[in-house]
């Protein structure tokens, strides 16, 4: 690949609000260069077009995005999302994650599955599972393995409560530096918590009130401003000693 | 099947287990105590009987409507009212396009029972002619979203709608006195339904193994409970409707506590309702008041009443500006008049003084029987009084002018002619 002066500059539109239709990249005047396209984005012959109104996002070298907060997710490879256990066949597991349709868990894809010990779901159990691959027109699949099949962090849920959020709120929970709200109730608080980029968060604790408590200041958090947030976190943990 | 299963809620064996256990210790999965509501919220459309309650995250539409029709032959003196649901699959995914389902029924009935069972609609006053002509009122609920306990929820939307409704007056009258005449709403003010109480229902949740009682459940508790009673009562602690249907067995003891506790909440939310009616009719009224000339707010409070009697609220809002703008034209043409103070924003200088009249005037013809003799005796004589007081302060400039533009109709004067007219007609004859 030969460095070009296109390369180094990416699209004039990263961190902005694109709508459907916003042309991002024109790859006519681009030589040779590789790019990886994810959500929202679609090559339109010589252009990059975006498909859904967002922000444009890119990181280096070559990945381009768009970020959107919304109540459905659209599953791609790649992303750790929360699912519940629908239905199980002899091959697969059917597993809800919040798409436009059922995800397929292939029953061998657990850190040293075979065919001898397949683990057993009853329906509505909670997974925490990686997104293999996901085609227009296919089903997504899942995984409950890392890349290198080990089991990770991945596998059954047990306990807590699931909380629903948007896939923003998701996003916003998984960023780093830490959400401010997560980073608080952390300070005062112990829980775990397990976040699905497809819009659900599972909080765990020894008190089920204090699952309550966070998941509903999570919930709370995601119409409140920075300062709002800092605001009414100071109150909660004032109220609960 | 897939379709099937991704369209019911999907509730997780975590979910379950926890909304039991958080319950033992009294602790909902929201952040409520057992007994508490959510917080409810009424909102009215810029139409007369349009309402939408919000109660946390369910969300329902109410609409009601009028039409004349012939009444059931058993009551030939009785107006009818009934109720249509419509549950949009936009609201749940769980809900089909098409036929109602069961729940669809099952909450128009719901609301219908109470209202009907405890006569808190006055039929009778939607009789026009016995036996041929009646109102029959249609409420339309629509669920546009889901968050649980969508009964209560119908049945404040179908109160507050009610409760904002107005009908056109119908007198008989013409040749043979025997015509009917409906009143647009800019000749005589609609009157609202008579509502002798408010059959509020209340809905109860039944969860686990130990029956643990939550009051207005929210659409996960929904899917776990073992069973649901809702209890309609209105603000006196009258029962008005029980629907129990099937699911847990309940003792007696539980459900007498249960009917003591639905009362409390239902004189809330009647207070509440009651509330809401009383600002949405305050704005209404204001919203008339803003119509009229303020050269003629200080000859007399009664010219503002007959004025604000003949000029409706005109639900398009560009019909108030059009006709601020007529206004406007004929001040600045009367050069004797003076004082207008600004455009419409910034004029409302008598509001607070002419308020109550305006909900005097509301109340009276909510009142009021259709009773035309009545009317005129009350207000032939401040008329007469005021008349010649408007004619002084203000010019004669002003009644030339309205001669003149006699179609504008909009001014006070012209306001007021016609019917003083109509008035001497139907004396004389």
């Known amino acids: 690949m030969q460095p070009t002066i296109m390369e180094a500059k990416p699209?004039?539109?990263?961190?902005?609000?694109?709508?459907?239709?916003?042309?991002?990249?024109?790859?006519?005047?681009?030589?040779?260069?590789?790019?990886?396209?994810?959500?929202?984005?679609?090559?339109?012959?010589?252009?990059?077009?975006?498909?859904?109104?967002g922000k444009l996002r890119f990181m280096k070298p070559n990945k381009y995005w768009v970020e959107s907060s919304q109540k459905r997710y659209v599953p791609s490879a790649g992303d750790n999302v929360l699912g519940v256990v629908v239905d199980t066949k002899p091959e697969n597991f059917l597993v809800d994650i919040k798409g436009p349709a059922l995800a397929f868990l292939p029953v061998l894809s657990f850190e040293g599955g075979t065919r001898r010990n397949i683990p057993k779901f009853e329906v509505g159990t909670l997974l925490y599972v990686r997104v293999v691959s996901a085609n227009t027109g296919m089903n997504p699949e899942l995984s409950c393995m890392d890349a290198n099949g080990k089991a990770a962090e991945y596998g059954i849920l047990k306990e807590g409560y699931m909380f629903e959020s948007s896939t923003g709120l998701a996003r916003a929970l998984l960023s780093s530096p830490?959400?401010?709200?997560?980073?608080?109730?952390?300070?005062?608080?112990?829980?775990?918590?397990?976040?699905?980029?497809?819009?659900?968060?599972?909080?765990?604790?020894?008190?089920?009130?204090?699952?309550?408590?966070?998941?509903?200041?999570?919930?709370?958090?995601?119409?409140?401003?920075?300062?709002?947030?800092?605001?009414y976190l100071e109150k909660l943990l004032k109220s609960i000693q | 099947m897939e379709h099937k299963l991704a369209n019911s809620l999907i509730m997780t064996v975590n979910e379950k287990k926890f909304i039991e256990s958080a319950l033992l210790s009294d602790i909902?999965?929201?952040?409520?105590?057992?007994?508490?509501?959510?917080?409810?919220?009424i909102r009215f459309g810029s139409e007369d009987g349009s309402a939408e309650v919000q109660l946390g995250q369910t969300q329902v539409l109410g609409f009601?409507?009028?039409?004349?029709?012939?009444?059931?032959?058993?009551?030939?003196?009785?107006?009818?009212?009934?109720?249509?649901?419509?549950?949009?699959?936009?609201?749940?995914?769980?809900?089909?396009?098409?036929?109602?389902?069961?729940?669809?029924?099952?909450l128009g009935r719901i609301v219908d029972r109470g209202l009907r069972e405890s006569r808190a609609v006055d039929t009778e006053s939607l009789c026009v002619i016995a036996g041929k002509l009646v109102w029959s009122i249609r409420i339309d609920l629509h669920i546009i979203d889901n968050g649980g306990n969508l009964v209560d929820a119908a049945n404040i939307a179908a109160l507050a709608a009610l409760s904002t409704f107005r009908r056109p007056e119908c007198t008989l009258g013409g040749e043979d006195g025997q015509e009917l005449i409906v009143h647009p709403p800019d000749e005589r003010e609609?009157?609202?339904?008579?509502?002798?109480?408010?059959?509020?229902a209340v809905t109860f949740g039944f969860i686990g193994k130990e029956n643990t009682v939550v009051i207005d459940p929210?659409?996960?508790?929904?899917?776990?409970?073992?069973?649901?009673?809702?209890?309609?009562?209105?603000?006196?602690?009258?029962?008005?409707?029980?629907?129990?249907?099937?699911?847990?067995?309940?003792?007696?003891t539980v459900i007498m506590q249960c009917l003591r506790i639905a009362s409390v909440k239902a004189g809330d939310i009647t207070s509440k309702i009651k509330d809401a009616v009383e600002s949405y009719n305050t704005q209404r009224s204001l919203r008339k008041i803003k119509r009229h000339n303020p050269d003629q707010q200080g000859s007399s409070s009664d010219v503002a009443k007959r004025h604000m009697e003949r000029l409706t609220v005109g639900s398009d809002q560009s019909g108030i500006a059009s006709q601020f703008n007529e206004h406007d034209k004929t001040n600045k043409?009367?050069?004797?008049?003076?004082?207008?103070?600004?455009?419409?924003?910034?004029?409302?200088?008598?509001?607070?003084?002419?308020?109550?009249?305006?909900?005097?005037?509301?109340?009276?013809?909510?009142?009021?029987?259709?009773?035309?003799?009545?009317?005129?005796?009350?207000?032939?004589?401040?008329?007469?009084?005021?008349?010649?007081?408007?004619?002084?302060?203000?010019?004669?400039?002003?009644?030339?002018?309205?001669?003149?533009?006699?179609?504008?109709?909009?001014?006070?004067?012209?306001?007021?002619?016609?019917?003083?007219?109509?008035?001497?007609?139907?004396?004389?004859?």
């Open chain 2, 64 to 106: 009601v409507t009028g039409q004349l029709s012939q009444p059931y032959r058993d009551r030939p003196n009785e107006g009818s009212f009934a109720i249509y649901t419509e549950f949009s699959p936009m609201a749940d995914p769980s809900f089909e396009p098409g036929r109602p389902g069961e729940t669809a029924i099952e």
């Open chain 2, 333 to 429: 043409r009367n050069s004797t008049l003076k004082g207008f103070s600004g455009g419409p924003a910034s004029w409302d200088p008598y509001s607070k003084g002419v308020d109550g009249d305006a909900l005097r005037i509301s109340l009276a013809s909510r009142v009021a029987p259709v009773d035309k003799q009545k009317e005129e005796s009350s207000q032939v004589n401040p008329e007469t009084k005021s008349n010649p007081k408007s004619s002084e302060t203000n010019s004669i400039a002003l009644t030339r002018e309205v001669g003149l533009e006699k179609k504008q109709s909009k001014t006070l004067k012209d306001a007021v002619k016609p019917k003083h007219k109509r008035r001497n007609k139907s004396n004389a004859s």
């Open chain 1, 178 to 231: 830490p959400h401010p709200v997560l980073e608080g109730l952390g300070k005062k608080l112990s829980f775990e918590i397990a976040v699905g980029i497809n819009g659900r968060f599972w909080v765990n604790a020894s008190q089920s009130s204090t699952v309550i408590l966070v998941g509903n200041a999570i919930q709370k958090s995601e119409s409140l401003s920075l300062v709002q947030q800092k605001i």
């Open chain 2, 190 to 200: 609609p009157l609202s339904l008579i509502l002798h109480h408010f059959p509020v």
């Open chain 2, 218 to 252: 929210t659409h996960y508790e929904e899917a776990v409970m073992g069973g649901s009673m809702t209890a309609t009562l209105n603000i006196n602690g009258d029962v008005c409707a029980i629907q129990k249907a099937g699911g847990d067995a309940v003792s007696q």
């Open chain 2, 28 to 41: 909902r999965v929201d952040g409520r105590r057992p007994f508490d509501y959510r917080n409810l919220t």
């Open chain 1, 11 to 53: 699209s004039n539109l990263v961190d902005q609000l694109v709508v459907p239709g916003d042309v991002i990249l024109d790859l006519s005047n681009m030589a040779n260069q590789t790019l990886k396209l994810g959500g929202g984005l679609r090559q339109d012959g010589d252009s990059i077009c975006v498909m859904k109104a």
